[in-house]
């Protein structure tokens, strides 16, 4: 496993290297992505990985001093999976250059995250298209965790370069937690506390077949929630899968939640 610092090194390194296997992340790895590199193993002839924790898309600086980084823990993972290259840069390797894609999200993109975490998916569409544009993959693994994330990410993606957006599924544990850095700040409570919500947001999910749903029956769920647990739900909502609009249908629909438990913010999408 070859680890790459700079631009030039990963140009020299891929050099005449085709059917490459992007797994791009912000290190802190769990099983989750995991899933992601083992998957770029299968389909790719080299599989490349990015541990960069993205400034630009941090819409509070705190959040982004306090995220988890574990790049030893990382490199030995990613070696014994034997992943062809590491890519770890610095904030000057990426943003050297100017980026000649124009990001803007409509009023129709700004929902969920987006209405919340205010230049949030600018930030990571301006450094998945700088990625793609240094590592020109065939092949971009990402999961349907960050639903919202590959919805905007894989339209930018596909619309400028030749790379695909593969959607791989979300990786949860035991307790049904889907797996998350994040999930590392996380204290013993407020992991229980996760963990109910997402069981409780499953079976929840399995009741709605049979009925139909409205704006009230959402809400009396998001107050339920918030009296059973220590939590601020940012937002709970029901949203076609293909185009994100609400919808009163769960059929090829999604449950997508964004809360705080403490200070901590989880997303997730069942
Ligand atoms: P991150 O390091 O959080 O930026 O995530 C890097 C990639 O891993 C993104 O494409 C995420 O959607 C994906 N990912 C994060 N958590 C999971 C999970 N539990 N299951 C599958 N993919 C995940």
Known sequence: MKILLRNNDLNEALLGSSNVGFVPTMGSLHKGHISLVKKSLIYCSKTIVSIFVNPT?????????????NIKKDLKILKKLKVNFVYVPNKKQIYKTKNKIKIHLSKKDKILCAKYRKGHFEGVIDVMTRLTNIVKPSKI????????????????????FRSKVIICKTIRDK????????NLLLDKKSLIEASKISRDLISFKKRLFKKKITKKLILIKKNELEKLYDVDIEYLEIRNKKNLQ??????NSKIFVGYYLK???LIDNF
Request: proline share 2%; no cysteine; glycine share 2%.
């Open 141 to 160: 693994f990402m999961g349907e965790k960050d639903f919202q994330q590959i919805f905007l990410v894989k339209r930018y993606i596909e619309n400028n």
């Open 57 to 69: 898309q941090f819409n509070n600086k705190d959040d982004y001093k306090k995220y988890p980084r």
């Open 263 to 265: 200070n901590i913010r």
């Open 175 to 182: 307790n049904k937690l889907a797996l998350s850095s994040r």
């Open 246 to 251: 609400l919808t009163n249908k769960i059929k």
